[in-house]
């Protein structure tokens, strides 16, 4: 099965991970949009037991609450890398943007669609919620 590192901009804090994710979605929530800095976050989930080797001084930033998540990020360069999400138990969610080699396949689903930009046109065959 294929391997994918997904790394940080300065390429100390790394995870890799085997075949192909679970779950490959956008998120339109404020939340994602600070995360990235960018319109929307891009988002794969792989069960831990996909998860083969990570690496780097990563430092923790946990939320609490009902979107509660533990985030990794890069002490160096700051970008988060991977996570850990209540929503998604039993898996390892990756910054699909991270990932700059082999590509991941299409994202699958578009979530909080209340937050998408008016400007921004998604393929019509996304899934528009995990159900
Ligand atoms: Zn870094
Ligand atoms: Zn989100």
Known sequence: M??????????AAWIEVEGDPQIHGICHCGNC????GSAFGMSAY???????AKGGELKLYAIAGGNAQERFFCVACGTTVFWRSGHFPG????????ITGA???????????EGRFSWLE????WRTSLE
């Open 2 to 11: 294929e391997k994918r590192t997904a790394t940080c901009c300065c390429g």
């Open 33 to 36: 949009k600070r995360r990235t």
């Open 46 to 52: 792989f069960a831990d037991t996909q998860v083969r």
């Open 91 to 98: 898996m390892t969610g990756i910054a699909s943007g991270c």
């Open 103 to 113: 590509p991941l396949p299409e994202p699958t689903v578009t979530l909080c669609n």
């Open 122 to 125: 998604l393929p019509v065959h």
